[in-house]
């Protein structure tokens, strides 16, 4: 027997759907947002599996919190919301986003017109996923997301001036990183 799954012509009618509860519109919004939602999962989460459990909780709470959407604004936007704020509850439940690195360490100066035009935008995330949990938490809040450090500030439980450090030092650390891809032949070919 063919089962079909319900089309939603209309974000307004998934919504509609998911708020009465129907389980068909929870698995159609799920497997719309899902990809996009991992991918925002990842970047604060480098383990794929945490990441992917991060994602369902996110899911379970879009769910659980459907009726506070009030439609004034991107529904994907919300959800991502949702999913950022679940990865900040699993770095702070698990403590791992206080890791620091000596900056001494890290003042390298990379070759950016190299990066411009030998990196992808895999090859950035990668690099970016390899900081340390805190300073990836941090960039990714105040890069990608658009958070300024006040808000970061009050998510994270920090002071704005912890989280103006963490991004510095996420900064140097992605430069050194660069470089040291700029410089070794088997790592370019790795980020390729």
């Known amino acids: 027997m063919l089962r079909l799954i319900p089309f ?9 759907a998911v708020k009465r509860g129907e389980s068909r519109a929870h698995k159609v919004l799920y497997e719309r947002f899902a990809g996009k939602m991992l991918a925002v999962c990842t970047r604060y989460c480098a383990n794929r599996d945490d990441a992917e459990e991060v994602m369902l909780d996110g899911f379970m709470r ?3 919190k459907i009726q506070q959407f009030r439609e004034d604004g991107s ?10 704020t679940e990865s900040l509850m699993f770095l702070r439940k698990n403590k791992q ?3 620091e690195i000596p900056i001494e360490e890290i003042q390298i ?9 030998s990196l992808n ?9 390899q900081l340390p949990d805190g300073y990836r938490t941090v960039f990714n809040l105040y890069a990608i ?18 989280s103006k450090s963490q991004l510095s030092r996420a900064r140097l650390l992605l430069q050194a990183n660069l470089k040291k891809i700029e410089k070794d ?4 070919r790795r980020a390729s």
Not at 75 to 84: A, K, L
Not at 109 to 117: N, V
Request: without cysteine; aromatic residues 12%; proline residues 3%.
């Open 8 to 16: 939603f012509s209309t974000e307004a009618q998934l919504i509609a």
């Open 62 to 64: 879009v769910f659980e």
């Open 75 to 84: 529904f994907e936007g919300w959800i991502r919301r949702v999913m950022v």
């Open 97 to 99: 986003w206080r890791q």
């Open 109 to 117: 100066e990379p070759d950016y017109a190299w990066a411009d035009t």
């Open 121 to 129: 935008e895999n090859d950035l995330l990668r690099i970016v996923n």
């Open 145 to 162: 997301e658009g958070y300024n450090h006040a808000e970061i500030a009050d998510m994270l439980g920090i002071s704005e001036g912890t």
């Open 185 to 188: 032949p088997i790592l370019q």
